[in-house]
């Protein structure tokens, strides 16, 4: 097992040694190295579409489904349209339910005061678990 210590740095440099970590991870002072990682990006996952149960325990987004394209079918055929992330379905009219005390939702309007953010479009809900 690796002695570590851990210190997150928001666009600062930091020195490598025991003074800017403030403790030696190993106690005995031998010789030591830093690794940099960057933190993702967080981006609520999609959890279900629309009808079906979202596994969620936090904010569930119930939004757009489908993106919308300058070259907008008249058909309403889905070709050439692509699956949302929720930050990008929240472009669009959406509307939010926490499901906290229960863990689970059903992906449908009536879960979140019979709102229906896109009318005549295929849904889906976002689970997003940092709030």
């Excluded at 991870?25 to 279900?48: D, K, L, S």
């Excluded at 309403?76 to 863990?103: C, M, Y």
Aim: charged fraction near 25%.
């Amino acid at each position: 097992m690796w002695a570590t210590v851990g210190k997150e740095d928001y666009g600062n440099f930091l020195t490598c040694n025991v003074r800017e970590f403030g403790s030696d991870p190993t106690g005995e002072g031998a010789e030591t190295q830093c690794w940099c990682e960057v933190r993702p990006q967080y981006i609520p996952n999609i959890c279900a579409d629309e009808g079906a149960d979202c596994l969620c325990n936090g904010r569930v987004i119930f939004g757009q489904k489908y993106a919308e394209h300058a070259a907008h079918d008249a058909d309403d055929s889905h070709e050439g349209q692509r699956p949302e992330n929720a930050i990008d379905a929240t472009t669009e009219p959406w509307t939010v339910n926490d499901a906290n005390k229960t863990g689970h939702i059903a992906c449908a309007s009536y879960n979140f005061e019979d709102v229906d953010p896109q009318p005549h479009k295929e849904k889906q809900c976002y689970c997003d678990e940092l709030k």
